[in-house]
């Protein structure tokens, strides 16, 4: 496997695998990187759609992305996916998907022109006293000492922020800036969380940092990301002949290992509830997503909160990684991110409206008309003074394509389950979903005396309770995180959000076909090259606009950071003058 750019690689079909005939690929899990797997194989790999077969430890795939309408429950998304442009190998992906709404155009094409007829960008990012525009004006506010400290993490090595935090690297200042809203409740970091992941994102999106305050940066389906994604995955594989098993939980992969070299020999699992072996040979690959954000996902009610998962490390997929890694130190250590569900966990909650008053509250805070069918938030409104730091969001409605033409289905979530709301006096993860339905209508100016009612007969609410969905920005070290194929391997890789790859970031779609990719183009040898990560963090205009953007158009005589005092002495600018630098800085408003 080798990573390339340009369009020669993309545009590029390989000649088909050497032996390929003869092989055959087991898939643990039906996620996005298990399906991207699974097509992969197919188009590029050229595998027979009946020698690969997708081993499903539930009765529907999809893995985290879901969104389903549950006969007794109702509407439910557990989370929502945001995508730009240069996610590379998820589009490379999409592009040979065919739509299942409109014949002869890909998944990508309908995405595509989606996003160029009705653009995403938010016109309320944050909220405050009860529906008010928190008025952050697109501006980070970041002092010159957060400033630099996020030029020091920036240019930190990799290794030198090993089980390092957030906190361990920023301050209060910091803390108190729009910027630090921006993207802890864009991309929900904790203050716990990994330096070396927020650094990582920091650089894979940097230009994308003008984006952030209005959400302009990101793309979204139609509807939800099952339905957009994942149903059209399965259709092309299924007409591929590709087996689908459902109701069976692998347990463990055990190893042969002989010199260096390490051979999966044996898939152990309980289908139906009983054991069963499938046994092995070289030829025979194999493809297991290790761990999971939404393992262990518990629901509730209008009148019942989710239960609470407090054993750290339950679950089929945690328990699978485990029995893996236990056999060899190259197969990661899965403790160090399902180990404290504490600073794991968030809940999330689906509000589906019924009554007629609601949707003008949510209209006056997105300045916009919910029922438009177009962009409606453009992204989560952040209640900024909200005890829970909840957040919410309506993407494109429907968001379901059976979803009645007067309902509203709203996303909310909150960062700090475990202290008592504003309204509701108890903590998100012991509220019903009526009490969430209570918290969110106050935090959008529903006069009080109305709360209750209006929570009762005009909004149905499952809250979902995540006890590891943050897991991977758990702080950690070289290793922890297996290879996409850990060395010696010769027919198994790792895949998803819990396998290491280059330079790119967790917590994406883009991940889960990237490591997709790497895998099966490593086990299969095939010829093309796997796109590189976007190299925008070596773009000198990249970097010159997003520091533009990041002081708030000051100008850099007017800061005192160490790192630009060389192109603000007098002398330089001399220098300068007339020259492709002066332009530059002049076209980026920093001078």
């Known amino acids: 496997m080798y990573y390339s750019n340009g369009n020669y690689e993309a545009f590029a079909r390989p000649e088909k695998p050497e032996g390929v005939d003869r092989k055959s690929a087991y898939l643990v899990g039906s996620g996005l990187a298990s399906l991207a797997a699974a097509c992969f194989l197919v188009r590029d790999g050229q595998m027979k759609g009946e020698h690969i077969h997708i081993l499903e430890e539930l009765a529907l795939p999809g893995g985290a992305c879901d969104g389903i309408n549950d006969p007794q429950r109702g509407f439910i998304v557990r989370g929502g996916r945001e995508m730009e442009n240069h996610f590379e190998c998820l589009w490379d992906l999409f592009r040979s998907i065919p739509s299942i709404e409109t014949e002869g155009v890909s998944v990508l094409d309908e995405y595509y022109w989606l996003n160029k007829h009705d653009p995403n960008y938010s016109l309320?990012?944050?909220?405050?006293?009860?529906?008010?525009?928190?008025?952050?004006?697109?501006k980070f506010a970041l002092s010159d000492k957060a400033a630099a400290e996020i030029v020091k993490l920036f240019f930190t090595k990799n290794e030198d922020l090993?089980?390092?935090?957030?906190?361990?690297?920023?301050?209060?200042?910091?803390?108190?800036?729009?910027f630090w809203l921006y993207w802890q409740t864009m991309f929900a970091f904790e203050k716990w969380h990994s330096a070396l992941e927020m650094k990582l994102y920091i650089q894979r999106f940097i230009h994308h940092i003008g984006g952030l305050p209005d959400f302009s940066a990101l793309k979204f389906t139609k509807y939800n990301q099952y339905e957009s994604?994942?149903?059209?995955?399965?259709?092309?594989?299924?007409?591929?002949?590709?087996?689908?098993?459902?109701?069976?939980?692998?347990?463990?992969?055990?190893?042969?290992?002989?010199?260096?070299?390490?051979?999966?020999?044996?898939?152990q699992c309980l289908r139906d509830g009983r054991e069963e072996r499938i046994d092995l040979l070289e030829d025979d690959l194999v493809f297991v997503t290790n761990g999971s954000c939404t393992e262990n996902s518990t629901l509730g009610d209008d009148d019942h909160a989710p239960a609470q998962t407090t054993q750290n490390g339950e679950g089929g997929c945690w328990q699978?990684?485990?029995?893996?890694?236990?056999?060899?130190?190259?197969?990661?250590?899965?403790?160090?991110?399902?180990?404290?569900?504490p600073k794991t966990n968030w809940e999330s909650a689906t509000i589906t409206t019924l009554d007629g008053r609601i949707p003008p509250y949510i209209q006056k805070m997105c300045k916009r008309d919910p029922f438009s069918g177009k962009v409606v938030t453009g992204g989560i409104i952040t209640v900024k003074d909200s005890s829970w730091l909840m957040s919410f969001t309506l993407n494109r409605q429907p968001h379901f394509k059976e979803q009645p033409k007067d309902q509203l289905v709203v996303w909310v979530y909150g960062l700090y389950t475990d202290v008592p709301g504003d309204y509701v006096k108890k903590p998100m993860r012991q509220c019903t979903g009526?009490?969430?339905?209570?918290?969110?209508?106050?935090?959008m100016g529903v006069p009080e005396e109305e709360i209750p009612e209006l929570a009762a007969t005009g909004a149905h609410c499952i809250p979902c309770m995540m006890p590891y969905i943050t897991a991977f920005f758990m702080p950690r070290t070289a290793g922890d995180r297996p290879k996409v194929v850990?060395?010696?391997?010769?027919?198994?890789?790792?895949?998803?959000?819990?396998?290491?790859?280059v330079r790119d970031t967790v917590f994406t779609t883009?991940?889960?076909?990237?490591?997709?990719?790497?895998?099966?183009?490593?086990?299969?040898?095939?010829?093309?090259?796997?796109?590189?990560?976007?190299?925008?963090?070596?773009?000198?205009?990249?970097l010159l606009d997003s520091t533009s953007k990041m002081m708030d158009g000051k100008k850099l005589t007017d800061i005192k950071l160490p790192f630009l005092a060389g192109l603000v002495e007098k002398a330089t600018m001399k220098k300068i003058s007339g020259t492709v630098i002066e332009e530059l800085l002049a076209r980026y408003h920093l001078i």
């Not at 990012?125 to 004006?137: I, K, L």
């Not at 347990?251 to 390490?262: D, M, R, Y």
């Not at 490593?522 to 093309?528: A, F, Q, W």
Request: proline content about 3%; hydrophobic content about 40%.
């Open 124 to 138: 309320m990012r944050a909220s405050v006293n009860r529906g008010e525009d928190a008025h952050t004006d697109g």
């Open 162 to 178: 090993y089980d390092k935090t957030i906190d361990d690297v920023f301050d209060e200042e910091f803390y108190s800036s729009n």
């Open 229 to 267: 994604l994942i149903l059209p995955m399965v259709k092309y594989l299924e007409g591929h002949n590709v087996d689908f098993q459902y109701g069976v939980q692998v347990q463990n992969v055990l190893f042969e290992k002989s010199g260096g070299k390490k051979v999966a020999r044996q898939i």
């Open 320 to 341: 699978l990684w485990k029995n893996i890694a236990a056999q060899d130190p190259a197969f990661g250590r899965p403790e160090k991110f399902c180990g404290n569900i």
């Open 434 to 443: 009526r009490e969430i339905t209570m918290e969110w209508l106050y935090h």
């Open 486 to 501: 850990p060395e010696g391997c010769v027919n198994f890789a790792f895949i998803g959000q819990f396998a290491d790859t």
């Open 510 to 542: 883009e991940y889960s076909v990237r490591t997709a990719m790497e895998a099966v183009y490593t086990l299969l040898d095939v010829d093309r090259g796997v796109p590189e990560v976007f190299n925008s963090c070596y773009d000198v205009r990249v």
